[in-house]
């Protein structure tokens, strides 16, 4: 197994521009989210997904889009990109509702507005 | 509101020492607690995790934590450091209650260095 693997590794945008982060899990995995990191703020949940079709909101989800149309990927959208933007975004999938599934993190994806 | 506390940014220590990590949390219902640890331009790597049962939960490369109800608690241990241990170091709650089930809140991260 792959595990959870993430696409591009590294981007550069320019304010305004949109863009899609890839995030793909082979564990078939119901649970899928993306969280963004930044210095000194630990992790923060932008979107989760439950299933294929069922997505929910996070802690921080203004700016970004997300869809869940196969158990496998759960792609997160920027829609206009702003500086605030700049993070190293992960995605994680866990299996199944279990309240005790551990959730299995991508390597993530460094991502610079300017 | 559920959250986690990391009350130490950094934690420095000596190879051979034991070494602690704290973390404490807050959440609605019973707590379900994770500790992952992230190496430099790495993704995060599940360590242990309390579900329910035995206080003293141990985990991956010889870590182990204790969880405590009454001081709301889920301190990492290691026995011995070693230099490879250096890392930065997340404890998160996943909240028991239906409605948000699945959500994981993270600390703000620990450096831990150990230095020869």
């Known amino acids: 197994n792959a595990g959870v693997t993430q696409t591009p590794k590294f981007q550069v945008l320019k304010t305004g521009q949109s863009m899609t982060l890839q995030c793909a899990q082979d564990?078939?995995?119901?649970?899928m989210s993306w969280y963004r990191q930044d210095p000194g703020m630990g992790l923060r949940l932008i979107h989760y997904?439950?299933?294929?079709?069922?997505?929910d909101q996070g802690e921080v989800p203004n700016g970004y889009n997300v869809s869940r149309s196969t158990t496998e990927d759960f792609p997160l959208r920027l829609l206009s990109a702003a500086p605030s933007q700049t993070s190293v975004y992960f995605c994680?999938?866990?299996?199944?509702?279990?309240?005790?599934?551990?959730?299995?993190f991508g390597p993530g994806t460094r991502l610079t507005v300017l | 509101a559920q959250s986690v506390a990391q009350p130490e940014d950094q934690v420095n220590v000596a190879e051979g020492n034991p070494l602690t990590v704290k973390c404490t949390y807050s959440v609605s219902g019973n707590p379900y607690l994770f500790w992952y640890v992230q190496y430099p331009n790495r993704g995060l790597q599940f360590l242990l995790k309390y579900i329910t049962g035995d206080n003293l939960v141990k985990g991956s490369y010889g870590f182990e934590a204790e969880f405590n109800k009454s001081q709301t608690s889920f301190h990492l241990k290691k026995p011995s450091a070693l230099v490879s241990d250096s890392a930065l170091y997340f404890c998160a709650v996943r909240d028991g209650r239906g409605s948000t089930l699945g959500r994981l809140y993270f600390g703000r991260g620990t450096q831990l260095t150990v230095w020869p």
């Open positions: 564990m078939n995995h119901e649970y």
């Open positions: 994680a999938s866990s299996p199944g509702l279990a309240l005790g599934g551990t959730q299995y």
């Open positions: 997904s439950v299933g294929a079709g069922i997505t």
